[in-house]
């Protein structure tokens, strides 16, 4: 157990859905950071948030959009699902500064899109 | 952020040493490399990082030359179950996101 949970670790949902990942980051991290991997595709990164705000964004569609919440917990939101947005999604966090030795990635949540 | 070149691909033998070399040839004076290990359907975990020569730890050796345009993962006596992506990354002491490359995929036959 790395200690980033995400949940659920399975979803199966039809095209035009609309679903949401969460992610609870390690105990003491202020970073999260969502990932998404396709199949035979590399980690895409999509977007960071710091304390409740966002930090930096990658190639995130329009289509999904992102979190953080007071207690730290963070949610991925996807909406108008296509079958192409199938993929592994992952979340990392990581703590603010200082010595640092990587961050901590959760174990995914595979969304199927049908 | 400094790009990385490493081998799409390594073979290896079980109790046999593996050494993945990664270059970063502009690589900025404050970052440090890391390295990532990755098995299928799982998320990516932290091995090692360093920034200049040579870091142990009880996974994986790092060599890092005075230039620092290249970086050597070591992995000793690896096993089966060391097969998996490994991915070299550059990375500053402040927050960033970690960009990935395509990663090396290691496979340990018996």
């Known amino acids: 157990d790395s200690g980033v949970t995400q949940t659920p670790k399975h979803l199966i949902t039809a095209t035009g859905q609309r679903v949401t990942l969460r992610c609870s980051p390690r105990?003491?991290?202020?970073?999260v950071y969502w990932y998404q991997q396709s199949l035979d595709q590399g980690l895409q990164f999509l977007i960071q948030?710091?304390?409740?705000?966002?930090?930096a964004k990658g190639n995130i569609l329009e289509r999904f959009s992102a979190q953080q919440f007071p207690d730290l917990h963070s949610e991925l939101n996807l909406s108008s699902l296509e079958l192409g947005d199938s993929a592994l999604y992952f979340c990392?966090?990581?703590?603010?500064?200082?010595?640092?030795?990587?961050?901590?990635f959760g174990s995914g949540t595979r969304l199927t899109v049908v | 952020l400094a790009k990385t070149t490493q081998p799409i691909s390594m073979d290896s033998y079980e109790g046999q040493e593996v050494n993945i070399t990664c270059s970063h040839n502009?690589?900025?004076?404050?970052?440090?490399i890391t390295w990532y290990q990755q098995f299928p359907s799982q998320g990516p975990r932290f091995i090692i990082q360093?920034?200049?020569t040579k870091v142990t730890n009880e996974v994986a050796s790092l060599f890092i030359p005075a230039d620092r345009k290249s970086s050597t993962l070591s992995l000793p006596r690896v096993s089966l179950s060391d097969t998996a992506v490994y991915y070299c990354?550059?990375?500053?002491?402040?927050?960033?996101?970690?960009?990935f490359g395509t990663g090396t995929r290691l496979l340990v036959s018996p």
């Open positions: 502009n690589i900025a004076t404050n970052d440090y």
């Open positions: 948030y710091y304390n409740g705000e966002e930090r």
């Open positions: 360093g920034y200049k």
């Open positions: 105990s003491g991290d202020l970073s």
């Open positions: 990354l550059p990375k500053n002491t402040g927050f960033q996101k970690l960009v």
């Open positions: 990392a966090s990581s703590v603010e500064a200082g010595p640092d030795y990587g961050y901590t």
